[in-house]
C-alpha cells in the first residue's frame, strides 16, 4: 500500500524559509513521479513542482522559480520542497503526490492525473 507522508510545514515571516518533506512507501516501481502541490483557502489547487528519475529532470510553476527547489532523497524515498524567499502568497496547504512516470507524463501539473497523496502540510506566510 502507497503511503506518502508530509512534514516541515509551519509558520514563517515574509522573506523566510521552510522545508518540507514527504516520506514515501510501498512503491514497486522506481519509475515514479513526485510531485508538490498546494492549495489556499478559496482556490484550486496548482502544481509548484515536480521532480522525475533521472538527474536534472525537475519542473517548476513559474510563480516559485529561482524560491523554491525540489529534490529527492539518494534512496529515493524522500522529496523535498526548500522554500526560500517566502512570500504571503505562498501560504496554503501544501500537498506530495506520486505516481508512475507512464501516467503523468509531462503532465505533471494536473493534479487529477495523482493517485498517491499525502495528508497536507500547512504553511503559513506573515507579511
Known amino acids: 500500500q502507497v503511503q506518502l507522508v508530509e512534514s516541515g510545514g509551519g509558520s514563517v515571516q515574509a522573506g523566510g524559509s521552510l522545508r518540507l518533506s514527504c516520506d514515501a512507501s510501498?512503491?514497486?516501481?522506481?519509475?515514479?513521479?513526485m510531485a508538490w502541490f498546494r492549495q489556499a483557502p478559496g482556490k484550486a489547487r496548482e502544481g509548484v513542482a515536480a521532480?522525475?528519475?533521472?538527474?536534472?529532470?525537475?519542473f517548476y510553476d513559474d510563480s516559485v522559480k529561482g524560491r523554491f527547489t525540489i529534490s529527492r532523497s539518494n534512496d529515493k524515498n524522500t522529496v523535498y520542497l526548500q522554500m526560500n524567499s517566502l512570500k504571503p502568497e505562498d501560504t496554503a496547504m501544501y500537498y506530495c503526490?506520486?505516481?508512475?512516470?507512464?501516467?503523468?507524463?509531462?503532465?505533471?501539473?494536473?493534479?487529477?492525473?495523482?493517485?498517491?497523496w499525502g495528508q497536507g502540510a500547512q504553511v503559513t506566510v506573515s507579511a
Open positions: 521532480i522525475y528519475p533521472g538527474w536534472g529532470n525537475v
Open positions: 503526490a506520486a505516481d508512475s512516470v507512464p501516467k503523468i507524463g509531462g503532465n505533471w501539473f494536473l493534479d487529477s492525473l495523482f493517485s498517491h
Open positions: 510501498g512503491f514497486t516501481s522506481s519509475s515514479i513521479c
